[in-house]
């Protein structure tokens, strides 16, 4: 018997998904993720972290890991994130992730992104094909600049193609005051709840959206009204919620979760944020860099899911200096997308930002 190195560990873990050997605990994480969800499905998202992350030593930093993965995937499209169904087991829990089947969202006529789970297989496409994805992004891409009908060669392997629309789920355009005022009449008929809830935290109004890890805290006595909260549960993420608060104590309290259109619970609960934050007269802002040919967005919360999707169909997404994240995109598509930021997050572009 001999002690494993990390780096040997996660270079067995690559052969045994059917990768090519490598040091690269990145490179294994998404890849691991997707085995797993169709293995466990269905399962809790704690389940499906504590599958990948322990057999690679199970670490706090490798949990922390593997959960932005798997957030990413759900993201985008690969993991499902939904209520349970009739015919699930009793002991499943409400929120469940499963499989999503392979398919593909044409960026152009020769380049797609590449979503679902291929059950045991790393990959539903054929050798030549998946030597050519790009995996290195939160989404997977394939770019055959020789073929123009890339996405007739993907559907004659398979994979159903999702139309740009039906992928993106873009909302109805509403104004930030109806948007709110549309989740305030539902928590106004909501039944009255313990005062103190063990755990909440909600996203105090004090401090700039600038400084999104910093808003959240526990409810003061200073606290009244409407307030996005989220609180620890036994299994999965957090619990998404929008509570009423009188003095600093709970009286009402809904949760947010998975709509029948997938809509993630911190979906409903990112863009409740915006609409507050711009109805407050402080939207959130995202800094806009120019340079040259490309353009950055820098953003400093996080974007509910059809936004990350739809900046992911123009653009690419890396860490950001002075923020969550960046999108990088040619310059010639800022405009449009600085227009959907507008309309469906009430966000607004700052130039001045980015030369901080």
Same mark, same amino acid.
């Given at each position: 018997?001999?002690?494993?190195?990390?780096?040997?560990?996660?270079?067995?873990?690559?052969?045994?998904?059917?990768?090519?050997?490598?040091?690269?605990?990145?490179?294994?994480?998404?890849?691991?993720?997707?085995?797993?969800?169709?293995?466990?499905?269905?399962?809790? /998202?704690?389940?499906?972290?504590?599958?990948?992350?322990?057999?690679?030593?199970?670490?706090?930093?490798?949990?922390?890991?593997?959960?932005?993965?798997?957030? #990413?995937?759900?993201?985008?499209?690969?993991?499902?994130?939904?209520?349970?169904?009739?015919?699930?087991?009793?002991?499943?829990?409400?929120?469940?992730?499963?499989?999503?089947?392979?398919?593909?969202?044409?960026?152009?006529?020769?380049?797609?992104?590449?979503?679902?789970?291929?059950?045991?297989?790393?990959?539903?496409?054929?050798?030549?094909?998946?030597?050519?994805?790009?995996?290195?992004?939160?989404?997977?891409?394939?770019?055959?600049?020789?073929?123009?009908?890339?996405?007739?060669?993907?559907?004659?392997?398979?994979?159903?193609?999702?139309?740009?629309?039906?992928?993106?789920?873009?909302?109805?355009?509403?104004?930030?005051?109806?948007?709110? #005022?549309?989740?305030?009449?539902?928590?106004?008929?909501?039944?009255?709840?313990?005062?103190?809830?063990?755990?909440?935290?909600?996203?105090?109004?004090?401090?700039?959206?600038?400084?999104?890890?910093?808003?959240?805290?526990?409810?003061?006595?200073?606290?009244?009204?409407?307030? *996005?909260?989220?609180?620890? +549960?036994?299994?999965?993420?957090?619990?998404?919620? *929008? *509570?009423?608060?009188?003095?600093?104590?709970?009286?009402?309290?809904?949760?947010?979760?998975?709509? #029948? /259109?997938?809509?993630?619970?911190?979906?409903?609960?990112?863009?409740? +944020?915006?609409?507050?934050?711009?109805?407050?007269? /402080?939207?959130?802002?995202?800094?806009?860099?120019?340079?040259?040919?490309?353009?950055?967005? #820098?953003?400093?919360?996080?974007?509910?899911?059809?936004?990350?999707?739809?900046?992911?169909? *123009?653009?690419?997404?890396?860490?950001?200096?002075?923020?969550?994240?960046?999108?990088?995109?040619?310059?010639?598509?800022?405009?449009?997308?600085?227009?959907?930021?507008?309309?469906?997050?009430?966000?607004?572009?700052?130039?001045?930002?980015?030369?901080?």
């Amino acid at each position: 018997m001999r002690a494993i190195e990390p780096a040997e560990l996660v270079a067995l873990t690559s052969v045994a998904l059917g990768l090519p050997p490598s040091g690269a605990m990145h490179g294994v994480l998404k890849p691991a993720l997707r085995r797993g969800s169709y293995l466990l499905a269905p399962c809790s /998202s704690a389940d499906l972290i504590r599958f990948v992350s322990d057999p690679l030593g199970g670490t706090q930093n490798i949990r922390d890991a593997v959960e932005l993965a798997l957030e #990413d995937l759900i993201a985008y499209g690969d993991i499902l994130e939904m209520r349970k169904i009739v015919g699930d087991e009793w002991d499943v829990p409400a929120v469940i992730l499963r499989p999503a089947s392979p398919a593909f969202v044409l960026r152009s006529p020769h380049e797609a992104i590449i979503l679902g789970v291929a059950g045991d297989f790393p990959s539903a496409l054929p050798d030549d094909l998946a030597k050519l994805v790009n995996d290195d992004g939160p989404v997977r891409t394939l770019n055959r600049p020789d073929d123009q009908e890339l996405g007739a060669h993907l559907r004659s392997l398979g994979l159903s193609e999702l139309k740009e629309g039906a992928w993106l789920r873009l909302p109805a355009v509403a104004s930030a005051k109806d948007y709110v #005022d549309t989740l305030r009449a539902r928590l106004t008929v909501a039944p009255f709840c313990a005062p103190i809830i063990d755990g909440l935290e909600i996203l105090g109004p004090e401090k700039s959206s600038r400084f999104y890890k910093g808003r959240w805290r526990s409810p003061l006595a200073t606290d009244s009204g409407m307030f *996005v909260a989220r609180r620890p +549960q036994a299994y999965g993420f957090k619990l998404w919620s *929008v *509570v009423d608060l009188e003095m600093g104590k709970a009286r009402r309290l809904i949760d947010l979760s998975p709509t #029948d /259109s997938f809509e993630r619970g911190c979906d409903s609960a990112w863009r409740l +944020q915006a609409a507050i934050d711009a109805t407050r007269d /402080s939207p959130q802002e995202f800094d806009v860099l120019d340079e040259g040919a490309l353009t950055h967005f #820098d953003f400093h919360c996080p974007l509910p899911s059809f936004a990350e999707r739809r900046l992911a169909l *123009v653009g690419s997404k890396s860490p950001a200096n002075n923020g969550l994240f960046r999108y990088s995109m040619p310059t010639a598509m800022q405009k449009a997308e600085i227009a959907l930021l507008q309309s469906t997050l009430w966000m607004q572009p700052n130039r001045e930002g980015a030369r901080r």
